[in-house]
């Protein structure tokens, strides 16, 4: 979850490819969490699949669980949060996620 004010959110975009590689097999998707030109392009760079457009609700009750950005949220194949991690995310804590969902590799 990224916006155009969050500082550390570029930097999580630029290393999107090493944070997937540590969520493996976990994808990776990025959710500008405000509409508007700047959050646009802040992920206008990123191919398809590593963008997600939340649908209203669903922003709001990722807003409702997020003390602050960059915040991230690993999900069960039906949905459900199984980890999350507020502050900056490096392939490490990516993987720390994947692992609290139970994924092994």
Not at 20 to 29: E, F, M, N, Q, S
Not at 44 to 50: G, I, M, N, S, V
């Amino acid at each position: 979850m990224v916006a155009p004010w969050c500082a550390p959110c570029w930097g999580e975009i630029a290393r999107i490819d090493a944070l997937a590689a540590g969520a493996a097999p976990l994808r990776v998707r990025v959710v500008a969490m405000e509409d508007g030109r700047r959050a646009a392009a802040m992920v206008a760079d990123l191919p398809p699949e590593r963008r997600w457009t939340a649908p209203p609700a669903a922003r709001a009750a990722l807003w409702a669980r997020t003390p602050g950005l960059p915040h991230s949220v690993a999900t069960d194949a039906a949905g459900r949060v199984c980890a999350e991690r507020g502050g900056g995310l490096d392939p490490a804590r990516a993987r720390a996620l994947a692992v609290a969902c139970g994924v092994r590799r």
